[in-house]
């Protein structure tokens, strides 16, 4: 029987308003999401990113700390919310203001 250690090759990706980085990482075939991004160093760059504690993602969708990655795969560290979008909603709601699609006001002519 070979029992080989293969190499999975994955992407980390963090962004703020002022920079963005995607580091390109080699991991052991069965690194968890978690695992992945406390090897990367993304702290290094990026001071306030936690590795122990933030929300993860894999192209888009999230996924738990124990998510074993294939090869390809892209992490996304995802920023805390600054506001609590159903709060903003319900605010937007009692002072009678209607939103369209994207955000912006609807001017009532």
Do not use: W
Not at 33 to 39: L, S
Not at 41 to 54: R, W, Y
């Amino acid at each position: 029987m070979n029992c080989m250690n293969t190499k999975t090759q994955i992407e980390v990706a963090y962004a703020t308003l002022q920079k963005q980085i995607i580091l390109e990482c080699e991991v052991e075939s069965g690194t968890t999401v978690r695992d992945a991004v406390r090897q990367s160093g993304i702290e290094l760059h990026f001071s306030e990113v936690d590795p122990e504690n933030c929300d993860l993602g894999v192209f888009g969708k999230a996924v738990t700390a124990d998510y074993e990655l294939v090869d390809g795969d892209r992490i996304e560290i995802y920023r805390p919310l600054i506001a609590d979008p159903k709060e903003i909603r319900r605010q937007r709601a009692a002072r009678g203001l209607k939103m369209k699609k994207g955000g912006g006001a609807i001017n009532p002519d």
